[in-house]
């Protein structure tokens, strides 16, 4: 497993020149035509198409390209739930390495406690999204857990202020260290940006919301936990009994995760319906999500998930029916209309 670059790593050594596309084309051909006993003209008709195909695809493939069963990517995707907040029964968040096996909870305090602290970790997330924000483990592209920070409801609220004075400011103000417009234009710009763009829409319309949906879920979650305790302490004094209760009570904790990100603001409902406009074409909601790749590191919205195919299949799905569900809640139906005249 290849890492980053350390500072104290030589990276001054020559590498040897990366081979032409027709270098490998000819050596895989020649290889083929070795193995059939074929001359290598006779081969190309022979052979099969993934190298005309696919060029270095085939050939050079990157890592993170190979398909993954549903059962893998179902797996891929409760770790990602049960590393985002406290819960799981055999997650320690605060290990290093919070995937790790970890000893089966045989005592009966062992359990009760781990069901208590967590409950009292996602209490104390709660009130950490309230104001600055809660911090979440991921895994990411170099399959290592890292620890990242959300923005709480009351960073939310700060940052609005930030970007509001900012834009009244015509860039004169820039708490966030952007460039300094140099120009009328650039100026109104700029304005337009921070105001509508940032202020309006990333603050309030969809950050509000997203922080409002995170303390949700820590409260639920909290409630989750100590419903646990009664199960821990009683079947869960028998070995088929602990599996059980973990089997249920990880698989319910995933379950609420899934449920508040697909609420509209949520994590999920935010990749289903992000867009691209550009000038060469516009890529809708949905779509956009789904041509995207496992891993995308250019926007926080993905740079935490694995965003294998299963993840963007139920996500889509649970997205969709949240904003059916906004739809009817927001608009009247005939029988209402008629009551109410």
């Given at each position: ?108 305090f062992q359990r009760i406690g781990k069901d208590l602290r967590d409950a009292a970790a996602n209490l104390v997330n ?156 516009l890529i809708p909601p949905i779509l956009y999500n789904l041509k995207l790749p496992e891993r995308y590191g250019r926007d926080i919205r993905w740079s935490t998930v694995r965003n294998t195919p299963f993840r963007k299949t139920i ?27």
């Amino acid at each position: 497993m290849t890492g980053k670059v350390s500072s104290w790593q030589n990276t001054s050594l020559e590498h040897p020149q990366e081979p032409s596309f027709q270098e490998l084309l000819t050596e895989a051909e020649s290889s083929f035509a070795k193995k059939a006993h074929l001359a290598l003209s006779d081969s190309r008709a022979w052979g099969s198409a993934p190298y005309a195909a696919h060029g270095l695809e085939a050939l050079h493939s990157r890592p993170g390209t190979t398909t993954r069963s549903w059962q893998e990517q179902l797996r891929l995707y409760k770790e990602d739930q049960l590393l985002a907040h406290p819960g799981g029964d055999l997650v320690d968040l605060e290990a290093p390495n919070p995937l790790e096996p970890t000893p089966d909870q045989e005592g009966f305090f062992q359990r009760i406690g781990k069901d208590l602290r967590d409950a009292a970790a996602n209490l104390v997330n709660f009130f950490k999204d309230l104001f600055g924000g809660s911090s979440y483990r991921y895994v990411d592209e170099n399959q290592q857990v890292q620890t990242a920070k959300r923005r709480g409801l009351g960073a939310n609220i700060l940052e609005f202020f930030k970007d509001l004075a900012s834009g009244l400011s015509f860039g004169f103000f820039r708490p966030d260290g952007e460039p300094e417009p140099q120009n009328i234009l650039e100026r109104f710009s700029f304005a337009w940006k921070k105001l509508v763009g940032e202020a309006l829409v990333d603050d309030l319309v969809l950050g509000v919301p997203s922080s409002a949906i995170h303390m949700l879920d820590d409260a639920a979650l909290a409630v989750w936990n100590l419903l646990e305790v009664v199960p821990d302490a009683t079947v869960g004094n028998f070995p088929e009994g602990r599996q059980l209760v973990t089997t249920i009570f990880d698989n319910g904790q995933v379950l609420i995760d899934y449920i508040t990100d697909c609420l509209p603001s949520g994590e999920a409902w935010m990749r289903v319906h992000a867009f691209e406009v550009n000038s060469a074409e516009l890529i809708p909601p949905i779509l956009y999500n789904l041509k995207l790749p496992e891993r995308y590191g250019r926007d926080i919205r993905w740079s935490t998930v694995r965003n294998t195919p299963f993840r963007k299949t139920i996500e889509t799905v649970g997205s969709l029916l949240a904003d059916v569900a906004l739809a009817r809640f927001t608009t009247h139906g005939p029988r209402t209309s008629k009551r109410r005249q």
